[in-house]
């Protein structure tokens, strides 16, 4: 028999620091935008802090949901595995090639736009 809490145990912790991006990831997070609730249980726990909301303008929604800046993404999953094990599943992890091709946004070891979506 299974404790109560024992799904908690995939929860990563949360980071000591954040740090930044140093190269290019080979695989990175992608938020399905349409399947997130905006809850932002993800954000405290990622290691370089490249989660924000969605501007409201966007959806005109009260609750927007996250988006990931591609161009500081490190590919650690951290964000991915949270949102499955605490909330929704709402963050797929892409393979770099993958991703590159279907969105159309190239990433570099630069963390700088015209990468991803600009920091705000």
Request: hydrophobic share 30%; glycine share 2%; net charge neutral.
């Amino acid at each position: 028999m299974t404790a109560p809490y024992d799904h908690y145990r995939m929860i990563p912790s949360l980071p000591a620091k954040i740090t930044e991006k140093r190269k290019k990831p080979k695989i990175v997070a992608v938020v399905d935008e349409d399947n997130c609730t905006g809850c932002q249980a993800c954000v405290p726990f990622c290691p370089v802090d490249c989660i924000s909301t969605v501007p409201k303008e966007k959806y005109n929604i009260p609750i927007p949901p996250v988006q990931i800046r591609f161009n500081e993404c490190i590919g650690c999953s951290i964000c991915a595995r949270v949102c499955t094990n605490m909330t929704w599943d709402a963050i797929d992890m892409l393979p770099v090639a993958q991703f590159e091709s279907e969105y159309k946004i190239q990433l570099t070891d630069e963390k700088s736009p015209p990468y991803g979506i600009p920091k705000s």
